[in-house]
């Protein structure tokens, strides 16, 4: 079981970047889905977070700019990302605690795609 995250770059402040991570391997269930973020310096912190049913909680920070959703049928989860701003750079990993049977969950992680918020 693996999560592959990709859409990571580099984009000026103002500008949107879109965020993909897909879990693949002996999948039983994913839920939830999230992404973390990693400024330098700085402890992970969550950015949001989606149910399989579709709920969905954000950091306060990110609340009105960025938006979560996933496909259940292709166990991927997106952020899409606007109005970026400087403080948004940072690596940002996807989670989400996959069941590979109905006795057996975990939390995985992704290997982190870095965004940089620049002019």
């Known amino acids: 079981v693996q999560l592959q995250a990709s859409g990571g770059g580099l984009v000026q402040p103002g500008g949107s970047l879109r965020l993909s991570c897909a879990a693949s391997g002996s999948i039983y269930s994913v839920d939830p889905m999230g992404w973390f973020r990693q400024a330098p310096e700085k402890q992970r912190e969550l950015v949001a977070r989606?149910?399989?049913?579709?709920?969905?909680n954000y950091a306060d920070s990110v609340k009105g700019r960025f938006t979560i959703s996933r496909d259940n049928a292709k166990n991927t989860v997106y952020l899409q990302m606007n109005s970026l701003k400087p403080d948004d750079t940072a690596v940002y990993y996807c989670?989400?605690?996959?069941?590979?049977?109905?006795?057996?969950?975990?939390?995985?992680w992704g290997q982190g795609t870095k965004v940089t918020v620049s002019s």
């Open positions: 989670n989400a605690d996959i069941r590979r049977n109905v006795f057996d969950s975990r939390t995985y």
């Open positions: 989606i149910t399989k049913g579709g709920n969905t």
